[in-house]
């Protein structure tokens, strides 16, 4: 194989694996990818006359999720004799097995990954469109309007949600209670304002028993993630005619408020890359945090409640939605593959898997229905979650977006350490202008 030819994103990977395995030879990792291969291809084959065998990747975790998934792929196969699906679990990160098995012609006939990779699958001409099915389907019109951006691109529909969620802000209410807060924050300007009154020196040593808010110190995808609220919040943007645009108005003016809480003294910073660690917030070391409804907060017996994120030039947060892709293979395994995905977006999917994960429903008419409405009165945290999925927007899904997550990931990183905004930002724009291709 060589590996100048195969598409950009594609040598990437394998560069990136080859420096992340040092201490095994290239053939080494040809060998096992080839495995990987001939195991694929042998999951994929038909096994009875008549009946058609898909494959689908997932990496749902944690493992009482899987059970639930694997209990409704049952319930499919029990109810479709002539279609079976295997659910094959695979371990994050499984991009690169993913986009090796395209290269090798033995891709899986269904995936479960994150929408925001849709453009390298894309560009690998890896998915079969769905419009000309979903176009003719009434389930079109039951997904949630605003989850529609993140299934389309350049023209065509590309993957349907599984499920969604989005990111709020947890807090210890009995710490508000202590500091004399009796409202939640509504606008940055009180977000800042309550931030310093729950920031707590009690020996004067000038290093706080108590932080305000926990932010996520690294590049990596979490603290995008993170800050993205924030930023359509302000109402920037990051892509701008599939293209990045890092130094508008509204990106600067979301990055300095968190620079702004940096000065304040009321933010304590995670340790790299653990962004998403609750130790911090379920010990009292930080009264609040920045994550969705899977935290094991929600869990936790821990005063905790959940405040929507508070707006800038208008309310707005970030979606975190589980999406599925039909790989290109045969007309008989794609529309057998349509099938599977209808189950999904059925109301017998959606109520049995969003009641039992704490997941969000993708159709209207599911959120709607008795039993789920009746499931949110008994949950108040996860009803802020549901309340905000109006305002709800997604990550951008262009071929691109993985080099302008890590750019922009590094200028939050810089901000977060002492550079200003505007500096870490222009920095970031710059080195994708040099590295861009359309």
Request: glycine fraction near 6%.
């Amino acid at each position: 194989m060589n590996i100048n030819l195969i598409a950009p994103k594609i040598r990437d990977i394998w560069h990136s694996l080859i420096n992340s395995a040092r201490q095994l030879s290239l053939i080494g990792i040809i060998l096992s990818l080839s495995l990987m291969f001939l195991s694929s291809c042998q999951q994929i084959r038909p096994k009875d006359n008549g009946v058609i065998h898909l494959t689908l990747w997932q990496s749902i975790n944690p493992p009482a999720h899987r059970d639930i998934f694997e209990k409704l792929v049952d319930k499919f196969n029990q109810t479709h004799p002539d279609i079976q699906v295997e659910s094959i679990f695979e371990p994050e990160p499984n991009l690169p097995k993913i986009l090796t098995s395209v290269v090798a012609n033995v891709p899986p006939d269904i995936v479960s990954f994150h929408s925001e990779f849709t453009g390298q699958f894309v560009e690998l001409g890896a998915l079969r469109p769905l419009e000309d099915w979903l176009d003719k389907s009434p389930l079109k019109s039951d997904i949630r309007p605003n989850l529609l951006s993140e299934m389309q691109l350049d023209g065509h529909i590309w993957s349907v949600p599984m499920h969604t969620s989005n990111i709020g802000i947890f807090y210890r209410p009995k710490l508000f209670e202590a500091a004399g807060i009796t409202e939640i924050p509504k606008t940055w300007d009180e977000l800042r304002q309550v931030a310093k009154k729950l920031t707590i020196d009690r020996n004067g040593d000038r290093r706080p028993e108590q932080y305000g808010i926990l932010l996520p110190l690294g590049k990596g995808g979490w603290t995008v993630i993170s800050w993205l609220p924030f930023l359509y919040s302000a109402g920037g943007e990051i892509v701008t005619n599939n293209r990045p645009n890092l130094t508008n108005v509204g990106a600067i003016a979301a990055l300095k408020f968190w620079e702004e809480l940096i000065k304040d003294g009321s933010v304590m910073l995670s340790a790299p890359e653990q962004g998403y660690e609750e130790e911090a917030f379920l010990t009292g070391r930080v009264a609040m945090q920045i994550t969705g409804p899977w935290t094991l907060i929600m869990k936790s017996e821990v005063d905790h409640q959940v405040l929507p994120i508070p707006a800038g030039v208008k309310a707005a947060t970030v979606t975190g939605t589980g999406n599925f892709f039909v790989m290109k293979t045969t007309p008989a395994r794609e529309q057998a593959a349509f099938k599977f995905l209808e189950y999904v977006l059925s109301e017998e999917f959606q109520i049995e898997w969003s009641m039992g994960t704490g997941f969000l429903p993708v159709t209207l008419k599911s959120a709607q229905s008795k039993a789920y409405q009746q499931f949110l009165t008994d949950k108040p945290v996860l009803k802020v979650f549901f309340d905000q999925l109006s305002v709800a927007r997604s990550q951008p899904i262009i071929a691109g977006y993985s080099r302008l997550s890590d750019s922009l990931g590094r200028a939050i990183e810089a901000t977060l350490l002492g550079e200003s905004a505007e500096k870490a930002l222009k920095t970031a724009q710059e080195r994708l202008e040099l590295i861009w291709h359309d």
